[in-house]
């Protein structure tokens, strides 16, 4: 069982940044694919960027060239530094891994992981971004 552990979540005003961090148990070949989601309050849960195993990435349209994601193996933790953030961003972020579906996904599509893919999810850690 792959456990996810996010830290770094937090208060920020608009324009600043923030650095989410994701550490596992293990990346192991389930996590072939790796990557951030968000849900705000009465919203659903959208994907914001996706690693794969082969260090490709992927991001949703509303945060390219604002954040990056990242990952150290060999500390088996994933990053999603966070700038030029907007109220709009705030949010309950997760980190998810999936196996090779969520990698053929991202590949083929471009785009952030799909929900429906991912086989692990972490509990969570609240970005709050005021104007």
């Known amino acids: 069982q792959v456990q996810l552990v996010e830290s770094g979540g937090g208060s920020v005003q608009a324009g600043g940044s923030l650095t989410l961090s994701c550490t596992t148990s293990?990346?192991?070949?389930?996590?072939?694919?790796v990557g951030w989601f968000r849900q705000a309050p009465g919203k659903e849960r959208e994907g914001v960027a996706g690693?794969?195993?082969?260090?490709?990435?992927t991001y949703g349209d509303s945060v390219k060239g604002r954040f990056t994601i990242s990952k150290d193996n060999a500390k088996n933790t994933l990053y999603l530094r966070m700038t030029s953030l907007k109220p709009e961003d705030t949010a309950q972020y997760y980190c998810?891994?999936?196996?090779?579906?969520?990698?053929?996904?991202?590949?083929?599509?471009?785009?952030?992981?799909?929900?429906?893919?991912?086989?692990?999810w972490g509990k969570g850690a609240l970005v709050t971004v005021s104007s």
């Open positions: 690693i794969g195993s082969d260090g490709n990435t």
């Open positions: 998810a891994a999936g196996g090779l579906s969520c990698l053929a996904y991202i590949r083929a599509l471009g785009v952030p992981p799909s929900a429906r893919l991912v086989d692990y």
């Open positions: 293990e990346f192991t070949p389930l996590s072939a694919c």
